[in-house]
């Protein structure tokens, strides 16, 4: 077996060699590693370059202009060929042992996904960081059906986002279900491929090893801005839209993950001050939601006072 590492990056130069590195010293080294230069005004080619020159595994893919995460992807997954397809985030690491230990559990399951657990850490730092996912979510034998998928990826949850995670994906798999990022969508982009999987068969399944290594920093795409919480609840309606011919009896699940999503896009745009934004997104939001909401706030902000 071998794998496919596939590397968008945009502006990355400060960090990228962190990704690279922790790629090219996998135990497992039968491999390739494409990296996807999505029109970066910095020196982001340039340190790919030097490690191309010490090491062939590494293959550079220019785009002169900026295409987004989603087709720079869809590039290197045209060329890649590697039995295994492994996504890694340009400010983001692998365990040195990610591939190998994945792609064993993978095959020896006969699954098309596995996704490992995450440790989150700040970029720059020596703490130690922590786990992602309670070990239910990880260690559930069954492979993973879209509601678990969506119950897992709800707003407010104590955990983050499901989405984040970064399975092992066979290539044969995506390439017969004819599976592809959305070219339109520029976040949430992996949630929205891994419920398509799910509602074309997938065997999908996941391991409670913390084998991701997922750095936080300033700036990055996942930061809590009005525009990604609106192009969040844009994909859900994307996967509603897919879920409503093959899977309708999610859509119960999917709609109230939808009224979540929205009343966070629009509290998120009321507060950037963007409030006609604010005003279209709340539209969408059924009246109980908003009110139950707007008490929870309320009691939350009480709270303090009436301890003291």
Known sequence: MNASIIIAAKNAEPFIHIALASALNQTMTDLEVIVINDGSSDATAEVVRRFQHSD????????????????????GLDIA?????????ADDAFALDRLATMIEQAEERNLDLLADNMLFRE???????????????????????????????????????????????????????????????????????????????????????????????????????????????RVNRLVAAVARRSAPGTLPIIRRRQAELDYVAAARAAKAGAFATAVRTALRVPLPVIIAKLVQAVRK?????AKG
């Open 81 to 89: 060929k590697g039995d295994w397809i492994a996504v890694l985030d």
């Open 123 to 233: 970029l720059g730092t020596s703490a130690a960081g922590h786990v992602a996912y309670p070990n239910d979510w990880m260690t559930d034998t069954r492979h993973l059906t879209l509601a678990d998928l969506l119950e897992r990826d709800r707003p407010g949850s104590e955990h983050p986002m499901f989405g984040y995670i970064k399975p092992l994906m066979r290539r044969r798999f995506l390439n017969d279900a004819r599976l592809r990022y959305r070219d339109d969508v520029w976040c949430a982009e992996d949630f929205l491929l891994y419920a398509e999987a799910i509602l074309k068969g997938a065997a999908f399944g996941v391991t409670n090893d913390p084998l991701y290594i997922r750095y936080w920093r300033a700036g990055s795409l996942s930061a809590d801005t009005p525009a990604v919480h609106g192009e969040i609840a």
């Open 56 to 75: 062939s595994r590494v293959i550079l893919l220019d785009n002169p202009q900026s295409l987004g995460v989603s087709a720079a992807r869809n590039r």
């Open 301 to 305: 902000k009480a709270l303090p006072r």
